[in-house]
């Protein structure tokens, strides 16, 4: 998957739980859990941002793009 999630890094940076921020997000734990493994497949703005206003950061503190092989390996095909 070409997106990361950082949001480990950020909770360790603030010293918050998961727990405590899936009580000041308003979602479930299980939600969140999801989210921060990398297996959600879609995150809505508004989650995003309470995610952002509890945490005091950026979208980009949680979120990072990554080009996977795949994706390199075809952007070098079309290339040539």
Excluded: H, W
Aim: charged residues 30%; glycine residues 4%.
């Amino acid at each position: 998957m070409a997106i990361r999630v950082n949001l480990d890094r950020v909770l360790l940076d603030r010293r918050m739980s998961l727990t405590e921020l899936a009580e000041r997000v308003g979602i479930t734990l299980a939600n969140l859990s999801i989210l921060k493994t990398g297996k959600a497949r879609a995150v809505r703005f508004s989650t995003l941002s309470a995610l952002c206003r509890e945490l005091d950061c950026q979208p980009a503190d949680i979120l990072v793009y990554e080009p996977d092989a795949y994706e390199n390996g075809a952007a070098k095909e079309a290339a040539e």
